[in-house]
């Protein structure tokens, strides 16, 4: 399956999770699309004051793969700078969050993948 942007569910999400502003959310394919236990795989764009809030992945886990800009991640309550390149894992019980506090848009890979 090839889709171009046009083609994909775009959304954006205020205050998501709790968090701060808008999420700007491009789902690459929607979950009845993905045939794999997964719910989402998305290009996630946050401006400067914008933030997914502090939540728990228990019977999921999500991978973050920061592509452009610069975010603080944190997980369980121990932040840590993320940029291109970087990637996080989320899951087993774990919470996470992350935000941009920076002028440039922060840009990232989300994925979540469900357990058996």
């Known amino acids: 399956m090839i889709k171009t942007p ?7 999400k205020t205050q998501m999770r709790g968090g701060t502003g808008e999420v700007e959310i491009l789902h690459l394919f929607d979950p009845a699309e993905l045939t794999g236990k997964s719910r989402m795989v998305a290009k996630v764009t946050m401006q400067k004051g914008c933030s997914i809030g502090f939540h728990e992945h228990g019977q999921e886990e999500e991978i973050y793969y920061i592509l452009e800009g610069e975010g603080v991640f944190n997980e369980n309550g ?5 940029f291109p390149g970087t990637a996080t894992l989320t899951g087993n019980g774990s919470s996470h969050s992350i935000r941009n506090d920076k002028a440039e848009p922060l840009v990232l890979l989300a994925i979540i993948l469900l357990f058996a």
């Open 6 to 12: 046009e083609q994909m569910t775009h959304e954006i």
């Open 78 to 82: 121990q932040e840590t700078i993320v």
